[in-house]
């Protein structure tokens, strides 16, 4: 949606249905008819419902061909004004997409529709995160996705060359979703399909043979036998999932526990010996470590030194008084004892000078630790300025790190993938300091990240046409190489695919718009991955 246009101006209201409405039928209103709008739209008149459209000016250009006649109600407005959301039936609706280019409005829109309907479903495009759970607390029924990160892991495991075709996470654990082809040498041929149901595998989706498209999930013949380049798609659980995996940990960390105080009741004098050696010279491998430790042993002999004197020459002072006294002579405070103050006793003058070289061994100490980390600090940061060498070999190449591309970047990393970026401009995240990161003319850019030896190209700037280009390249210098492109209309998606088949293209818009829809009917999305073109979402239900 674009800016808001003035409260005195007309607002049209076009309506494409002329026919009565089943009152069974749900109603769903979406504001912002930009590309994600759009494909929300197509993807909820998928189940057959009712979808009226709310816009602040009438759309220019339509990405899905009929769209306009899909739509029950097209009214041209300003959606934060309640007049507007009244004539969008908002009162009746069962949820409202908010998904303009505009958090602020989004924001404001999603207020307007919760006062006048208390119990609709609110799916707003949004990217903050701590304000939009603080949101979910207050408002209730609310739900915020941002598109840019939503399809990062489709676009992720695409350019692995590992079955893995999705993943989602149940308690900080990875959960891995496996695609693969029956060969007839594998150990699961000519097995019966429930066979392969076990603590740690659980059978999602099978296909018959490698051209039919999968199967609905759990929507086949669990006796069936399996045979050549049959395809199936499972669950990966993870060994925390099985309570006797967990009793089994739990007895093997207690037995480690009472290895560990049997180990410390056998310790013998030639032990302790060999461990004081052995820290002794690893002390003395570094002359940092040496200065140190020879460093604060002069302290330490200082420290006691001092307090016993202060002790043996002033019966009436307490221990702490004496060592608390000797640690500020340590720490520069020869005049905090000694000057400008007429002292009750008199101080002998081998203590006073005794005093003084505590207070000069003091303040070289201090300068010395000052100076080891001032040196830390600068060594640690060049370290982290000095990024990684461009990998050789086995690597796969991200084009662009813009919010997506980062999040790719990220969950390629927790699967030990090596990367090289190439960005137009620097970027500074917590991501690039651990990835190579090549800066520049992206075209120019790819002769320095070793396309000959790379095993994919994930294309995901905002320039679908350089997205294209960058991949048709990379495939003319390597055709083993994976490409993974991202486009804005699927449309041209299709096309591609047609044309190019052995690329994966996703539709940003569409891959987000789908689970915007999953959400407007009440599912929470945990995440989405891609089987054979189709957009699976990922959702969990209240215990």
């Known amino acids: 949606m674009s800016s808001p246009t003035p409260n005195n101006q007309s607002h049209n209201t076009n309506s494409t249905t002329n026919t009565p409405l089943p009152p069974s039928i749900d109603k769903f209103l979406v504001c912002g008819l930009g590309s ?36 029950n109600q097209l009214i041209i407005g300003d959606a934060r004004e309640p007049s507007i959301l009244t004539q969008g039936q908002v009162q009746q609706c069962r949820a409202i997409l908010i998904v303009t280019s505009n958090e602020r409005i989004n924001l404001a829109i999603a207020l307007a529709a919760r006062l006048i309907n208390p119990q609709i479903r609110l799916v707003v495009r949004s990217a903050k995160e701590n304000l939009n759970q603080l949101l979910g ?37 990875q959960i891995k979703i496996v695609k693969r082809e029956i060969k007839p040498e594998g150990n699961w041929y000519n097995r019966p399909v429930y066979q392969l149901n076990n603590r740690h595998r659980k059978v999602i989706s099978y296909a018959p043979n490698s051209t039919q498209l999968l199967s609905d999930f759990y929507h086949w013949d669990s006796d069936e036998l399996i045979q050549a380049n049959d395809r199936i798609i499972y669950i990966e659980k993870p060994e925390f999932l099985t309570t ?80 608390y006294g ?56 060049f370290k982290f300025a000095k990024r990684n060498p461009v990998p050789t070999s086995d690597h796969v190449v991200i084009i662009g790190l813009g919010r997506v591309g980062q999040r790719v970047a990220s969950l390629l990393q927790e699967f030990k993938q090596k990367l090289v970026a190439i960005s137009s401009t620097a970027t500074e ?5 651990q990835i190579p990161l090549v800066t520049g003319n992206i075209i120019k850019s790819l002769e320095k990240v070793n396309l000959a030896t790379a095993t994919g190209i994930i294309a995901v700037t905002n320039d679908e046409m350089l997205n294209l280009e960058v991949a048709l390249m990379g495939y003319s210098v390597n055709p083993n190489i994976r490409l ?56 969990s239900s209240p215990a």
């Open 137 to 173: 607390k207050q408002l209730g029924n609310y739900v915020a996705f941002e598109p840019t990160e939503l399809p990062a892991p489709a676009f992720a495991v695409a350019a692995l060359e590992s079955e893995i075709i999705g993943f989602f996470y149940l308690e900080k654990h």
């Open 244 to 323: 006797t995996n967990n009793q089994k940990k739990s007895q093997k960390n207690q037995f480690k526990l009472w290895e560990i105080f049997r180990s410390i009741l056998k310790i013998k004098p030639t032990d302790v010996k060999n461990l004081v050696i052995n820290y002794w010279n690893w002390i003395h491998e570094n002359p940092i470590r040496n200065l140190v430790f020879s460093s604060a042993l002069i302290l330490v002999i200082l420290l006691c030194t001092g307090t016993l004197l202060f002790l043996l020459y002033y019966p009436d002072v307490t221990l702490r008084e004496a060592f």
């Open 484 to 539: 993974v492109i991202r486009t804005s209309e699927q449309r041209f998606s299709n096309n591609l695919a047609k044309l190019i088949p052995y690329s994966t293209f996703i539709c940003n818009s569409a891959v987000v718009a789908e689970a915007f829809a999953g959400a407007a009917f009440g599912e929470n999305i945990l995440s989405l991955f891609r089987i054979d073109h189709q957009t699976v979402l990922l959702t």
């Open 326 to 381: 000797t640690a500020v002579l340590l720490l520069g405070g020869f005049g905090d004892i000694f000057g400008g103050i007429k002292l009750e006793q008199k101080f002998p003058w081998w203590l006073q000078f005794f005093s003084l070289i505590t207070t000069l061994v003091g303040i070289v100490f201090v300068a010395l630790l000052n100076g080891l980390i001032t040196e830390r600090l600068l060594s640690t940061r």
């Open 429 to 433: 995240s917590d991501i690039t300091p």
């Open 36 to 71: 994600l709008g759009q494909h929300c739209v197509a993807a909820l008149k998928q189940f057959g419902v009712v979808v009226n459209a709310i816009d602040i000016i009438q759309p220019q250009h339509w990405e899905i061909s009929d769209l306009f006649s899909k739509l």
